[in-house]
């Protein structure tokens, strides 16, 4: 019989920001692969409740903002499980307030970018520097969450994509330093995704648009980003490292307006 590659039992598995859409997603699924997960969050509560439906699971407190914060999450899941096999990096300074204030270089308020920078960038680097020891005595892995914004251009959101561009060049540097202990590092960089919170949040008009030039019959969901992060976490991905998986329906795969070319040659426009 072939072994599935894909199982995760004995492992043990970080995902920072466990307790959002994503997050939560990819924890659920790690966890129903064998996984052991450790959710951290600055939402603890939302960790808690998450944790206490999953076998094996605990909940951490996490703020990106604080080093010793960071240091700690590592630290604990070790003290808890006896190893690291898998960090997640996946949270991200988010939220409507955020996203609003994040907009073109002219305008941008330095504070907003530099704790951006502070949370995505700098609070990543650190918690892979915790967790690289770990990592290479179980020949562990990370996968970093980007974002389709940090590969193509946008009037929105400088500070944040280009904070996430940041990080696909040091899930580069992490793979090609530490490929040969036996540690890989990959991103995933979803597109528009239905999380509870863009659901809220978006501008139904904008989703529209999205909504458009994705080659699916829909915009992604959680559980899509979460297949893409636990396949490159698992052993089915142990030659791929350095990389970054696109997850956004096709968005970034074509000449932008196809929305139009398939009204013209369904005869909508003809
Ligand atoms: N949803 C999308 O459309 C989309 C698209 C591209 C990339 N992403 C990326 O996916 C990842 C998950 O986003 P999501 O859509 O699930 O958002 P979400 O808001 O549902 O989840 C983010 C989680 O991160 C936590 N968090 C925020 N700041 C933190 C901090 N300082 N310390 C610890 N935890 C903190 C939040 O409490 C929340 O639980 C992010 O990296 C985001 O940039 C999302």
């Known amino acids: 019989m072939v072994a ?21 997603a990819t924890a659920r699924l790690l966890s129903a692969r064998g996984a052991k997960v450790v959710i951290a969050d600055i939402a603890l509560s939302a960790a808690e409740e ?5 076998p094996d699971a605990i909940a951490v407190h996490l703020d990106l903002e604080q080093e010793t914060s960071i ?4 630290a604990r899941t070790v003290a808890q499980f006896g190893r690291l096999d898998v960090l997640h990096n996946n949270a991200a300074l988010l939220g409507p307030d955020i996203a609003r204030d994040d907009g073109d270089v002219e305008h941008m308020a330095t504070v907003l970018w530099d704790r951006t920078y502070a949370v ?7 918690a892979c520097r915790a967790a690289l020891p770990h990592l290479r005595a179980s020949g562990g892995n990370i996968v970093n969450t980007v974002s389709n914004l940090a590969l193509q251009g946008h009037m929105i959101q400088a500070a944040y994509s280009s904070s996430k561009a940041a990080v696909i060049q ?3 540097a992490i793979a090609a ?7 890989r590092c990959n991103a995933v960089a979803p597109g528009m995704t239905m999380t509870p ?3 809220e949040a978006f501008p139904p008009v904008l989703r529209q648009a999205v909504e458009e030039e994705t080659l699916r019959d829909r915009l992604g969901a959680p559980e899509d980003i979460a297949e893409a992060v636990a396949f490159l976490a698992s052993g089915a991905a142990r030659n791929i490292t350095g990389q970054v998986l696109v997850a956004d329906g096709g968005c970034a795969s074509h000449v932008p307006g196809i929305a139009r070319f398939r009204a013209f040659f369904s005869g909508e426009h003809a």
């Open 4 to 24: 599935d590659a894909t199982r995760m039992d004995g492992k043990v598995a970080v995902i920072t920001g466990g307790a959002g859409g994503i997050g939560g």
């Open 170 to 172: 040091m899930t580069r």
């Open 177 to 183: 330093s530490h490929g040969i202990h036996g540690v």
């Open 50 to 54: 998450l944790a206490a439906t999953l």
């Open 120 to 126: 995505n960038v700098r609070g990543t680097m650190i």
């Open 197 to 199: 919170a863009l659901r």
């Open 71 to 74: 240091e700690a999450m590592i």
